[in-house]
């Protein structure tokens, strides 16, 4: 499991995992994801993580990157006194 884990972080090999309402996936003993419901084609689904990791919509994760990147973008043009 530990290889499988490893291969996913270095090769970003999507795992793929049919669950049941009321049923969860455990990542790395910290982060659990639980299938809560299933209406039609949309899911509903809980995520238990640390305080520290960070647990964003792909859309707004997005952003974030988009917005990090032209701060550095930004940062780098501006002359140093």
């Known amino acids: 499991m530990i290889d499988l884990l490893q291969r ?3 090769k970003a090999i999507m795992l793929t995992l049919t669950r049941k309402a009321g049923e969860a996936v455990i990542i790395e003993n910290q982060i659990k994801i639980k299938l809560l419901e299933i209406n039609g084609k949309e899911v509903c689904f809980g ?3 640390p305080e520290n990791v ?3 919509r792909e859309e707004i ?3 974030i990157l988009a917005a990090q990147a032209l701060l550095a973008q930004n940062l780098e043009k501006m002359p140093i006194e």
């Open 54 to 56: 960070a647990v964003n």
């Open 61 to 63: 994760h997005k952003k």
């Open 47 to 49: 995520i238990e993580a």
């Open 8 to 10: 996913i972080k270095e």
